[in-house]
């Protein structure tokens, strides 16, 4: 079958090939035929080997498909089922995580996509425990942003909560951001500030805009804390959503908290060690909430609002191709060109 894999560690090293074997499914597998994938910062993090990968593997690990093959041991899901799967392949299942519904979270836990083989392929087979079946009114390439989704519902609505009437602050219009200006939307946010720079003058800001953001803001031409003082006659706001990675970003959202205030951390920096303001920090006794790949419930939670027509993933959609033009599309993700690339195999 068709596949994109990652040959070996380091820069590049990765290519299509046209004869890579399919996938043997065991008893409690399912073969899934790839509908679409979606390619986000990580697949591209994993092309420049910033990302630790398990090389040789397939990339891919935002995708949905539909069942062609089942195992013996498989309860449900019949031949021709549309899904999406978690990825906690592997979780042991007996740890403390695992048993307090953290599969995520487990030592012994898999990814597809850089730990085992991902969805850049004309099929993948997945554990049917971690399948979810996929409402009719929700399209194939909707569904493959259901895992990036499910991250922003584990982190903001599951571990950090927003409260009705919160003023919140999300640095970072991304494709992250940008789902966490509409989860913070369904939670009943008061008001919503999106930050960004120039280089999302042009597509990410104005989609912001017209997803429900009340503020917009670029902030190499204005000053999103001083904004924020004048909006809040002096006190701060709420909740600020760190989707960015970037410590100017980290330390901007510590200032613009008030006391007791939130910070909802998902960006991942670059570097194991940063300069933040830990003083300002205590001082105003906020509470950082950080928050790791999603859980089971975020999956079922994300998959009901797309059904309900509450979240909208389509317009972060900025670009559809085949696999072929991968190369292209990590150019796009790696300029910031498109919000979200969406692949067929
Ligand atoms: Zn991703
Ligand atoms: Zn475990």
């Known amino acids: 079958m068709k596949a994109l894999i990652k040959t070996k560690r ?13 996938p043997q499914i065991a008893d409690h597998e399912v073969l899934l035929k790839v509908k679409a994938i ?14 630790p990968s398990n090389p040789p593997v397939l990339l891919g690990h935002e995708f949905s498909g539909v069942v062609v093959k089942r195992g013996s041991k498989v309860q449900g899901f019949s031949e021709g089922t ?25 030592p012994q836990k898999t990814s597809p996509g850089h730990g085992i083989d991902g969805a850049c392929a004309d099929y993948i087979k997945m554990p049917y425990h971690l399948l979810h079946q996929v409402p009719d009114t929700v399209s194939d390439e909707e569904a493959a942003l259901v895992e990036p989704s499910a991250i922003v519902v584990h982190a903001l609505l599951e571990r950090t909560r927003v409260n009705v009437g919160d003023f919140v602050v999300i640095m970072g219009p991304g494709p992250v951001g940008l789902l966490a200006l509409q989860m913070a939307k369904i939670a009943g946010a008061g008001k919503i500030m999106v930050v960004g720079t120039t280089a999302d003058e042009e597509v990410r800001l104005p989609l912001a805009k017209k997803l429900g953001a009340d503020y917009v803001v670029n902030c190499q031409k204005e000053d999103p804390l001083q904004l924020v003082q004048e909006l809040t006659g002096g006190l701060g706001v709420d909740l600020v959503v760190e989707g960015a990675g970037a410590v100017s970003a980290i330390n901007m959202g510590i200032e613009m908290l008030r006391k007791h205030g939130k910070m909802c951390v998902i960006g991942i920096p670059g570097e194991e060690y940063i300069q933040v303001k830990w003083k300002t920090s205590v001082f105003k006794a906020i509470q950082v909430i950080f928050s790791y790949s999603s859980s089971s419930t975020s999956w079922d939670l994300v998959l009901k609002m797309l059904e309900k027509k509450v979240l909208d993933v389509k317009s972060l959609i900025s670009y559809k191709a085949k696999l ?22």
């Open 324 to 345: 072929e033009e991968w190369e292209e599309i990590f150019r796009k993700v790696s300029e910031g060109k498109v919000i979200k690339a969406v692949l067929e195999p």
């Open 38 to 51: 979606g390619m986000c910062g990580t697949d591209y993090h994993i092309y420049t080997d910033e990302f």
């Open 10 to 22: 380091g820069k590049g090293n990765v290519e299509l090939v046209d004869n890579y074997p399919e």
């Open 82 to 106: 549309r899904v999406v799967s978690e990825l906690s392949v592997k979780a042991c299942g007996t740890c403390v995580y695992c048993k307090t519904g953290n599969a995520h979270i487990c």
